[in-house]
């Protein structure tokens, strides 16, 4: 009996042998790096699609109409929250038939832009966007290409795109009023970077908060902490420069947070006695260091799936009207800024996710 050959997956070989066609042309078909003859292109279209042709992703898209998957471009570098927010993203996904290209933008713009064009490469047919500062450019370039895009997790000021993310201003108010509801007068705050809108919300959020508890506002109290480790350290460090330090911080995000917590620790100040400490974000740890940490929780999870249903919503109607959702995080109160109890306590913001 002959030895039967195991079944041969089809090639760019094939393809170009059974289309009369060279190996090159079926390349450019494939990759749209250089315009072919419609009746070029029909044939090896046809031929795909008689082998069964899956070498490439672009080939299964160009005869489906449709790649079935989803770009989404972050920075793996941030916040630890990323894991679920790609959780949440990927299962809505696949509920919808989707797959999830994942890319890491390193928070630059440069890298960011060539992911982007690197996603667009294997026709996706949509993009789920962390913004990177000064990417305005990157997402004019997608809405010239009518791609559609959604935005998450930092909000823009631009109302020509789908977004989601936090509600800040009201939810940084309720944290900043809470610690001084402890007593604290001087509330020190640790911000991001200026000029990009999810910090300065924060700040203003702030700002709102100490004048509703009765508090003025004090510039100096206010230092740059730049979303990052090192910059929450050297925040406080500025900080307790002052002649008369604050008693409490407040820190615009989890980096910046443990940054708080190292400066404090090398210079043996105890966070709840010392120096009372309360963060935007609620991080894994949050509630294993000592004494547990009071955040206000950003809906990581909830942003994801908002962010998948915008763009199916997109896919559906390309011509809807740009949609901003903000969504609503939750105050949890533990011991780090003088609350009596260390037990986890939440209290969600009043109202419904705003649109």
């Known amino acids: 009996m002959p030895t039967q050959r195991p079944h ?12 009369g066609v060279s190996i090159t042309t079926v390349s450019h078909v494939v990759n749209g790096t250089r315009a072919v003859a419609p009746a070029t292109k029909e044939a090896v279209l046809a031929a795909i699609e008689k082998t069964g042709y899956t070498g490439d992703v672009i080939a299964r898209s160009l005869v489906t109409g449709g790649s079935r998957t989803i770009g989404l471009a972050v920075s793996l570098s941030g916040s630890p929250h990323v894991a679920t927010l790609v959780q949440a993203i990927e299962r809505e996904a696949a509920a919808a038939g989707y797959t999830v290209l994942l890319s890491d933008t390193h928070d630059d ?3 960011q832009r060539s992911v982007v ?27 010239a290409a009518e791609v559609p895009t959604v935005l ?14 936090p509600e800040n201003i009201q939810a940084m108010s309720a944290l900043t009023e809470h610690v001084v509801a402890q007593g604290h007068r001087r509330v020190g705050f640790v911000s991001g970077p200026e000029g990009q809108v999810t910090s300065d919300e924060r700040v203003l959020g702030h700002r709102l908060g100490l004048g509703r508890a009765g508090v003025p506002w004090n510039a100096e109290l206010v230092a740059a902490g730049d979303f990052s480790r090192e910059g929450g350290a050297a925040a406080l460090a500025q900080l307790l420069t002052l002649a008369e330090p604050p008693t409490a911080v407040l820190a615009a995000d989890d980096a910046m947070s443990a940054g708080v917590l190292l400066e404090a620790r090398r210079r043996g100040l105890r966070i709840g006695t010392d120096l009372a400490l309360a963060g935007f974000d609620d991080p894994e740890w949050a509630d294993l260091v000592e004494p547990p940490l009071t955040t206000m929780a950003r809906p990581v999870a909830d942003i994801g799936r908002e962010a998948m249903r915008l763009l199916l919503r997109r896919f559906a109607d390309p011509e809807c009207d740009a949609e901003t959702v903000r ?20 209290t969600a913001l009043a109202g419904n996710p705003t649109k």
Do not use: N, Y
Not at 8 to 19: K, W
């Open 109 to 111: 713009v440069e890298t």
């Open 117 to 143: 064009r690197a996603l667009r490469a294997h026709r996706v047919e949509g993009l789920l966007l962390v913004s990177a500062p000064g990417d305005k450019e990157v997402v004019d370039e997608l809405l």
């Open 8 to 19: 041969r997956r089809p090639t760019q070989r094939d393809i170009a042998e059974l289309a």
């Open 327 to 346: 969504l609503s995080p939750q105050l949890r109160v533990r011991a780090s800024c003088g609350a009596v109890s260390s037990s986890p306590r939440e």
């Open 152 to 165: 998450l997790d930092r909000l823009t000021t631009r109302s020509d795109v789908d977004q989601v993310g």
